[in-house]
Every structure is written in C-alpha cells, then in structure tokens.
C-alpha cells in the first residue's frame, strides 16, 4: 500500500504529503478532518468570510493578510484556501520549521508558487481579514495566540477554529471566550468539529511569556534560571527524562574542547550543564521548535553571557542541512528524543536523529540518549552504531551510550514505521 496523498475538497484535489516523506507511514495522511471542515466552510461561505470585511482591509496601511492560519501542520489549509481563491495572501504561523518546511514542498508539489508568508511564532502576526486556528496540543502556545489575535485584529474580526472533538476541552472554550468573545461550535463530522467567534477587542494583557523557573544545584550541576517560551515542553520544572540524563551526562575532561550538540534542546538545559561544567567546549542547540531554540538563547545568554559566542542556535528538522564540511565534525550528541509529530505517535523522529547524530559524528564520537524504557531505541542504536551500552536505568528511562567506531559496520536497515 503506497501514502495516500490525494486530498479532495469541493472543487479541489491537491497532492499532499507529511514531512519528511521518506520516513511517514504509508497510513499517515498529510491532513485530517478538521482541515476538510474548515476548507468546506470557506468554499460554501466565501461571502459571509471575505466580503462583508473588505472595509477593515481598506482602513489598513500596515502589514496585511487576507487570512492568518495558525498551525497549519503541513500545509493543506494553505494549499486549499489558494486553490480555492488564488488571490489571496495568506499569513502561516506556526511554531514548527518541520511544518514551514512541509507547508513549502506541498505547494511546489501543487504548482502554487505565490500567496504565502511563513512566520514563525516568535515573530508579530499582520493585520487580516480572518483567522483560522488549528488548535495546538499546547494550551499555553493557544493562549499567547488568542491574545496575540485579540491586540493585532480589528474588532468584529472573524476567528474559525478547527479541531479533534478530543482535543476540544473545556479549556479551550474558556480560553476563546476570555481573550476574543462568545463560541459557536459546528456540528461534529468525522470526529471534528469548527468553533466560530468574533474578535470582541476585550484589551487583555499578553500572558507572561517566556516564563522561567530556577534548578538547584544538585540537580544541574550549578543553579540554573531556565527561560521558557509558551510551546517549550515542561516549561515549569524539570522533565523526568532530563532530570535522569543530567545525573548521567558525559565526563569530557580529556576533550576540554569537544563540539557538542544538544539535538531537540527545549530550553537548552542538558547543553548549558555541560558549558557549565567545561567552559571551553562549543555548543550547537538544535530543535525544530522556533521557541525552543530562542528558549534555550535565552537561557545561555541569562546564566553565561561570557559563552554565548561559544554557541549556535539552529532550527531545523533532526540535523538536516547539516554538513561536515560547514560545520564540522562532532564530538559528542546528546539527544532526549521526542516520540510524537503533531498529534501522532511515531519512532520516525529518533530513528532520524540517530541516522544523522551517526553522519555528523568524528569517529569514535559518542551519542547519549535518554528514553522511554519501552521504545526499541536500543535495537536501533545497535543497528546504526554496530554496538550500544546502557549506561543507566532509573526510574521508567534508560540512559543509552553508542559510540561510531573507526571501521562501520552500518549496512542497510529500513527506518521505523510509525505507529
């Protein structure tokens, strides 16, 4: 069975795949139900979305779009909305290079090659006509958005939202309701369901973000004040997987000054221990997150200001664009492996850090992971290295240690599927 990539609205067949293709399950679509929601309305209510507002975009002289998408994941509800109005410009925000980069492919893929802005989540969103929201796993990540939409949008501005009916919690509602005005909700099809309001310019404060909190020294070495923007991953104390690799991280006193990288970094705390503990090494953090990566800037630059010229900040997916040539050969990856694209359930992300950590890697390098006891990350490692150790056990994780040796033994082993 080959990827289905064939997406069908009203009017419409796009060609659409995930990102990046090669390692996706061939069950895995680059959209779901709730993108089919939103592009239906659109297509069935052009007048009562667009028309009725052309006087907000005729009182604008600042930076414009006819639509804001949050968190189109891959770039299906950009490629519908320019298939269905090729006229129109559209603003992507999104807090994923993984879905900037999706979003990219998916319209030279569908021979769509103007209408698109791509912002990150760090940058400020444009004045619009309307907004569509695919709502975010991260309550936090959706708050800052709503409140970002209330301050930037003209009052009466139209919002439709989109989502799982799982993922449609109370707090959700009570977030739309508090920052922008009263919800509708649409009918539940395929498992999903729309939400309707109206911008009703409540004035409301940005929520306090980046957020920080402090370690103890007997967690990370030295005390720490950690800076957390809204999507960072446990953005109020320390993970369990990190608080298990930071009792184990790797004693470089024979390389003082090692290249390391904290691949898929959150705010940077397994990478600033390791500066901390040997000031001469040279970091690169590395997340697909935009506010993980300014997460962990910022978390350098407010415990060693001194060592910030020591260190690269780089979004992208896994170490892709990587290169020995430009960057060099590294010493040492530490990796704590995410297990999860979006709302799904996938190996795909660590089978590619592993494959990539093992390319970047001078021989004899070494990778250290962190993970979930009951994934095969171990199988994996020993596959691409040749060889794995377990350099501890606690709690439900377990502290893998692979080390490329001069001669490889890697010969040629399929990726994971998702689950």
């Known amino acids: 069975m080959s990827i289905n ?22 069950s895995l679509q680059a959209w779901d139900s709730a993108d089919e929601l939103i592009l239906t309305h659109v297509n069935d209510t052009p007048s009562v979305l667009l028309a009725e507002q052309q006087d907000l975009k005729a009182e604008n002289d600042s930076k414009f779009a006819d639509i804001t998408v949050f968190n189109d994941e891959f770039g299906a509800l950009a490629c519908g909305l320019l298939s269905l109005k090729p006229s129109l410009h559209i603003a992507c925000v999104s807090d994923s290079w993984i879905s900037h980069k999706a979003t990219q492919k998916n319209l030279q893929r569908n021979e769509i090659d103007k209408g698109v802005s791509l912002l990150t989540s760090t940058e400020d969103i444009p004045d619009t006509l309307l907004v569509l929201i695919k709502v975010p796993r991260s309550l936090a ?22 989502a799982k009916v799982t993922a449609l919690k109370p707090s ?31 004035d409301l404060p940005v929520p306090k973000f980046p957020t920080e909190f402090t370690t103890d020294k007997s967690e990370t070495g030295i005390g720490l004040t950690l800076i957390n923007h809204a999507n960072v991953f446990s953005r109020q104390s320390l993970d369990l997987g990190a608080r298990v690799m930071l009792k184990h991280l790797p004693d470089l006193s024979s390389t003082p000054e090692a290249h390391v990288i904290d691949l898929g970094c959150g705010n940077g705390v397994l990478g600033i221990a390791l500066l901390a503990r040997y000031p001469q090494i040279t970091m690169t953090f590395v997340d697909e997150s935009f506010m993980a990566i300014e997460s962990a800037r910022q978390s350098v630059e407010k415990n060693m200001p001194h060592a910030i010229e020591q260190c690269r900040f780089i979004a992208t997916n896994c170490l892709e664009g990587f290169s020995i040539e430009s960057d060099g050969l590294a010493d040492l990856v530490i ?30 390098g070494e990778l250290r ?51």
Not at 5 to 26: A, C, G, W
Not at 141 to 162: P, R
Not at 383 to 389: L, P
């Open 172 to 202: 959700v509602f009570k977030l739309f309701e508090k920052y922008l005005g009263p919800v509708t909700t649409s009918l539940a099809k395929k498992k999903s369901r729309l939400l309707f309001c109206k911008n009703e310019k409540y």
């Open 141 to 162: 990540l959706l708050e800052i958005q709503l409140a970002q939409i209330s301050q930037t949008t003209a009052k009466g501005t139209q919002i439709i939202a989109a």
């Open 369 to 419: 992971v962190v993970a979930n006891r009951h994934l095969p990350h171990a199988e994996t490692l020993k596959k691409r290295f040749g060889g794995v150790s377990m350099v501890a056990s606690e709690l439900k994780f377990v502290i893998l240690s692979a080390v490329k040796k001069v001669v490889s033994v890697w010969g040629a082993v399929k990726a994971p599927e998702s689950q």
């Open 5 to 26: 990539t064939e997406f069908n609205i009203p009017d419409v067949t796009l060609s659409l795949t995930r990102y990046p293709v090669k390692h996706q399950h061939k």
């Open 335 to 364: 990796c704590n492996p995410p297990f999860h694209q979006q709302n799904t359930v996938t190996e795909h992300i660590a089978w590619q850090m592993f494959h990539d950590a093992y390319s970047i890697l001078a021989n004899g």
